[in-house]
């Protein structure tokens, strides 16, 4: 079992106009991608209608969305979620995404690559530990954390070019192998005996 790679979902949690996020989730997405041991995929949110209506019959928007991720989050071995701060928390379509599902976060690690203005996104992954550890999700100890990292410091993202530099690619890297620790423990024990919360 633990020669299977490890599904990792990378997690975009922007969806305002003008948005960066796209920036930092593609170069995530590439750090992973290079480790022969994870199959990365990317769940760009601004791709889905999602709302936070929370509800048994969705709109039919809603119900196309969920159809595509839910899918995905319940056969993933780990999540890493790449959030932008906004007034000192991660934004409310992440939480809706976040609050559309319970078990399929469960018994799985979560890593977290923030961006923002001088904080670099560090309060928004902050708030989110509090928020995985409701879901009986593990967030892992590293983070990856972009600062002064927004359309107005760097312009449209399309135009970013290289994302990170070597001290990002090493955060990275050290968030990937605490992340591949737990998803393959934690797979194992998911496997053992199904998670009673
Ligand atoms: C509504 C809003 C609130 C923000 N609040 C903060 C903040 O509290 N701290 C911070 O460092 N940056 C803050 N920012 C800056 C964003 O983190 C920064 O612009 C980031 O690049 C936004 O990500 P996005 O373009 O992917 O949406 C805020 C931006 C917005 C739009």
Request: glycine share 8%; net charge negative; aromatic share 10%.
């Amino acid at each position: 079992m633990t020669d299977q790679p490890i599904r990792v979902e990378v997690l975009s949690g922007s969806v305002r106009e003008g948005r960066v996020g796209p920036a930092v989730a593609s170069w995530f997405l590439e750090q992973a991608r290079a480790l022969p041991e994870f199959d990365a995929g990317l769940i760009d949110l601004g791709d889905y209608e999602l709302s936070d209506r929370l509800s048994a019959n969705p709109p039919a928007a809603t119900g196309a969305a969920l159809a595509e991720i839910t899918p995905r989050l319940g056969a993933a071995d780990a999540f890493v979620v790449v959030t932008p701060e906004y007034n000192h928390s991660f934004p409310a379509s992440l939480k809706t995404a976040i609050d559309w599902h319970h078990a399929e976060w469960q018994g799985k690690p979560v890593g977290l690559v923030s961006y923002g203005g001088v904080s670099g996104g560090l309060r928004a992954a902050e708030h989110l530990r509090q928020v995985f550890a409701e879901l009986n999700a593990t967030t892992v100890r590293n983070t990856v954390s972009f600062h002064r990292f927004s359309a107005k410091d760097h312009g449209p993202w399309d135009d970013f070019g290289d994302v990170g530099d070597q001290d990002a690619a090493t955060a990275a890297r050290a968030l990937l192998d605490q992340l591949g620790w737990w998803a393959l423990a934690l797979r194992e024990a998911r496997a053992a005996r199904p998670y009673r919360a």
